[in-house]
């Protein structure tokens, strides 16, 4: 009996790579809609004033929004080890994860300010 082919994702179980990718979009969808509540949660406490809810909400959006980052980068970094190595090569991981962190402080850090020049609930 031959067992599977080397480049089949799932194994000797599974479909062949079908299962896989159906779980791999699954968890992509969930990263968003995690993001997108975050942001909802975020934009909501920062309209009522409430300082530690914001600072929840941003923190859950950043580490989201990271999730989503590294994932997208390991699906390109897949993608370009399958296309060999002449592939034209993209943006560092540290670029993204870099922006992502700055943009997510720079607004945590709006949002105390705001707080702590006007007041809560202004």
């Known amino acids: 009996m031959t067992g599977p082919p080397e480049g089949r994702p799932a194994g000797a179980l599974g479909d062949g790579g079908l299962q896989?990718?159906?779980?791999?979009?699954?968890?992509?969808?969930?990263?968003?809609?995690?993001?997108?509540?975050?942001?909802?949660?975020?934009?909501?406490?920062?309209?009522?004033?409430?300082?530690?809810?914001?600072?929840?909400?941003?923190v859950v959006l950043t580490g989201a929004v990271a999730v989503l980052v590294v994932d997208i980068v390991r699906i390109r970094k897949r993608r370009r080890a399958d296309a060999g190595p002449d592939a034209p090569r993209g943006i560092p991981v540290r670029a993204h994860v870099l922006a992502v962190l700055t943009a997510s402080l720079g607004i945590l850090a709006l949002i105390v300010a705001h707080t702590v020049t006007f007041g809560p609930g202004y």
């Open 20 to 58: 896989v990718e159906r779980t791999a979009l699954a968890w992509r969808r969930t990263e968003c809609s995690v993001a997108v509540c975050a942001l909802v949660g975020l934009r909501l406490a920062t309209h009522q004033g409430d300082v530690p809810t914001a600072v929840a909400a941003g």
